[in-house]
């Protein structure tokens, strides 16, 4: 993501003009990928999707194998299958000529969020949102998705704080470097708090965390209300990262063009 700036002058009669300088974002602009949860599809990101696409940013939704069209592959579908689903979706968004591939946003809820913490690892993203992100053991990772609720260590592996270095997504939250949001839901019967105290820990490299708790609502927000609030914290957080972004370019660009003399008289 960058600012041009170019001098003109603006012509005010036959023989005066005035000199002016011209600010504008450039061609390309940010991308966000939004990834549903295991047992939703692409329509439940759809209205975000059109407030992000309000903020200019190029945003993708799609259905994971074993959803949708594709919920004939339910009981068979492995997490590598999906991370390989989220993964070309990724690369074909970064591909687009009017996207910017250094500024791209990953939305995730549940397991989603959980695949997107993953994703950050092998693709480069600048803004990471995690609505309830689910946690799962490292092993079996080839098994199918659906068997791995069959296994009883795993509510007990929710419920206890797991370190970094013994979960795949969590070294991933480790390594990344940028921009975070962390949604949590008071009443969530799926996804234990543990799970999110361990996911914010292990993000000790971000640039920043926001963390938002969000009154009222179930794993699934299937009030109205849990709905509209999670949508106002992610708008106002992607607001804040992207046009902040954009912002912060154009100061520096214009302090960079003042200390070379190119500009007169800027504060």
């Not at 954009?246 to 660009?253: F, L, N, Q, V, Y």
């Amino acid at each position: 993501m960058d600012v041009e700036l170019d001098h003109c002058r603006i012509d005010v009669t036959d023989d005066e003009n005035v000199e002016a300088t011209v600010l504008s974002p450039q061609r390309e602009l940010p991308g966000v990928l939004f990834v549903h949860g295991w047992g939703g599809s692409q329509e439940h990101d759809l209205s975000r999707a059109r407030e992000a696409a309000a903020l200019g940013c190029v945003c993708l939704t799609f259905d994971l194998r074993g959803h949708s069209a594709r919920a004939a592959s339910r009981d068979t579908v492995t997490r590598a299958q999906n991370l390989q689903d989220l993964c070309a979706t990724y690369d074909w968004l970064a591909r687009q000529s009017h996207v910017d591939d250094e500024a791209i946003a990953v939305v995730g809820i549940s397991y989603g969020g959980y695949l997107a913490a993953i994703l950050s690892q092998v693709r480069p993203v600048r803004w990471l949102a995690l609505r309830t992100p689910a946690i799962y053991l490292d092993k079996d990772w080839e098994s199918p998705k659906r068997r791995l609720h069959e296994d009883p260590e795993l509510l007990r592996y929710r419920h206890r704080p797991v370190a970094v270095e013994e979960n795949r997504a969590l070294r991933a939250c480790a390594q990344f470097e940028g921009d975070v949001l962390l949604v949590e839901a008071e009443h969530d019967e799926i996804i234990p708090r543990q799970v999110i105290e361990s996911y914010a820990a292990a993000f000790g490299s971000a640039r920043s965390m926001t963390r938002r708790l969000i009154r009222g609502a179930d794993h699934g927000f299937s009030e109205k209300n849990a709905q509209k609030d999670y949508t106002d914290v992610l708008m106002a957080w992607m607001t804040e990262m992207v046009v902040g972004s954009r912002g912060a370019i154009a100061e520096r660009k214009v302090r960079a063009y003042k200390e070379e003399g190119r500009i007169d008289g800027v504060t």
